[in-house]
């Protein structure tokens, strides 16, 4: 099993910006990949960012060129800054962990942007 937490979410200002974290425990090397998704009100849950454990990177269309994945090595912290912040990223963010038993995902943390 894999768990993962995240932290950093919180309140901010239209064009402002947040950087999230997220920590892995447990068979921390079976991980293939880490990375976001989130869900707004009313919205299906989509793909925010990933990275693999090779370090390729993907994110979602809606936040190319505004956030950032990165982390400090394959299977630890792993970070989200997102910059220009708008009021449509409000959202739970949640962690998530591609492993070879299975998918994971953290409890999320709560982003909302005001106008």
């Known amino acids: 099993q894999v768990q993962l937490v995240e932290s950093g979410g919180g309140l901010v200002q239209a064009g402002g910006s947040l950087r999230l974290s997220c920590v892995a425990s447990?068979?921390?090397?079976?991980?293939?990949?880490m990375g976001w998704h989130r869900q707004a009100p009313g919205k299906q849950r989509e793909l925010v960012a990933l990275i693999t454990v090779a370090g390729n990177t993907h994110y979602g269309d809606s936040v190319k060129g505004r956030f950032t994945i990165s982390r400090d090595n394959a299977y630890g912290p792993v970070f989200l800054q997102m910059n220009s912040l708008k009021p449509e990223d409000t959202a739970v963010y949640y962690c998530t962990a591609g492993a070879t038993m299975g998918n994971f995902w953290g409890q999320g943390t709560q982003v909302t942007v005001s106008s």
């Open positions: 447990g068979n921390i090397f079976s991980i293939n990949f």
